[in-house]
């Protein structure tokens, strides 16, 4: 069967631009400055019906994050704030690793990599946030303290976008990354079926390789932070 999964990757950096004054998170990301934005395809047989681009920003205070999805099931994700955060990305999801800033030594390779996983739960009909430090669900932070998110249906019904600041402390972050500075970084875009309950189809951008396995912190590649 053909695959389901683009593995890929067209680019190893995403550059992060310093924010503008007032980031709106308001789901609308119309006036973001897109010039450096990740582009996610995903396998042929989905064509342009599954393809996202995705802008990163930052000031001393958050990480901002903004997506536009061309999506047949826009924003349909049976995971609830109640439910297995194991389980967050298998649905219509963003899945964002970005190392921690702390000026210690990570005690294993991705110890200490966010696996930061955004979505709109249509149960609880909001933006949801898990933040998940190293590749271990058992340390799941659902919406940490000061995460602000929003999500908007495109009006053709055929996607969707959304924007979120997420604090660096939300982050297990000490500080800012400061200008120039490189930190482990993936971009894993999903989309799920109908019913947003199982993955139709997903596409990574950001490593270093492009090995058949994506889950894997040596094979990611970098945000540059300018």
Same mark, same amino acid.
């Given at each position: 069967?053909p695959?389901?999964?683009r593995?890929?990757?067209?680019?190893?950096?995403?550059?992060?631009?310093?924010?503008?004054?007032?980031?709106a998170?308001?789901?609308d990301?119309?006036?973001?400055?897109?010039?450096?934005?990740?582009?996610?395809?995903?396998?042929?047989?989905?064509?342009?019906?599954?393809?996202?681009?995705?802008?990163?920003l930052?000031d001393a205070?958050? !990480?901002?994050?903004?997506?536009?999805?061309?999506?047949?099931?826009?924003?349909?994700?049976? !995971?609830s704030?109640?439910g297995?955060?194991?389980?967050?990305?298998?649905?219509?999801?963003?899945?964002?690793h970005?190392?921690a800033?702390?000026?210690?030594?990570?005690?294993?390779?991705?110890?200490d990599?966010?696996?930061?996983?955004?979505?709109?739960?249509?149960?609880?009909?909001?933006?949801?946030?898990?933040?998940?430090?190293?590749?271990?669900?058992?340390?799941?932070?659902?919406?940490?303290?000061?995460?602000?998110?929003?999500?908007?249906r495109?009006?053709?019904?055929?996607?969707?976008a959304?924007?979120?600041?997420?604090?660096?402390?939300? !982050?297990?972050?000490?500080?800012?990354?400061?200008?120039?500075?490189? !930190?482990?970084?993936?971009?894993?875009?999903?989309?799920?079926?109908?019913?947003?309950?199982?993955?139709?189809?997903?596409g990574v951008?950001?490593?270093?390789?492009?090995?058949?396995?994506v889950?894997v912190?040596?094979?990611?590649?970098?945000?540059?932070?300018?």
């Amino acid at each position: 069967s053909p695959p389901t999964y683009r593995t890929r990757a067209a680019c190893s950096e995403v550059r992060v631009r310093p924010a503008p004054a007032n980031v709106a998170v308001d789901g609308d990301p119309r006036e973001w400055d897109w010039s450096d934005a990740v582009t996610i395809r995903t396998p042929d047989q989905f064509g342009d019906f599954c393809q996202a681009r995705i802008a990163l920003l930052y000031d001393a205070d958050a !990480l901002y994050v903004a997506g536009e999805v061309a999506d047949p099931y826009p924003m349909v994700n049976t !995971l609830s704030f109640d439910g297995d955060m194991s389980k967050s990305w298998s649905a219509d999801a963003l899945q964002l690793h970005l190392q921690a800033v702390t000026g210690a030594p990570p005690a294993a390779a991705g110890a200490d990599v966010n696996d930061i996983r955004l979505w709109y739960s249509t149960k609880d009909r909001q933006a949801g946030c898990c933040v998940i430090l190293g590749c271990d669900s058992k340390l799941a932070h659902l919406n940490p303290e000061g995460v602000q998110g929003a999500y908007q249906r495109r009006e053709d019904g055929k996607g969707y976008a959304f924007t979120y600041r997420l604090p660096w402390a939300a !982050l297990h972050s000490t500080r800012a990354p400061r200008p120039g500075e490189r !930190l482990t970084a993936c971009i894993q875009c999903h989309w799920g079926t109908e019913h947003g309950d199982d993955l139709l189809c997903g596409g990574v951008e950001v490593r270093a390789d492009n090995a058949s396995e994506v889950y894997v912190p040596e094979s990611w590649g970098w945000a540059v932070f300018e």
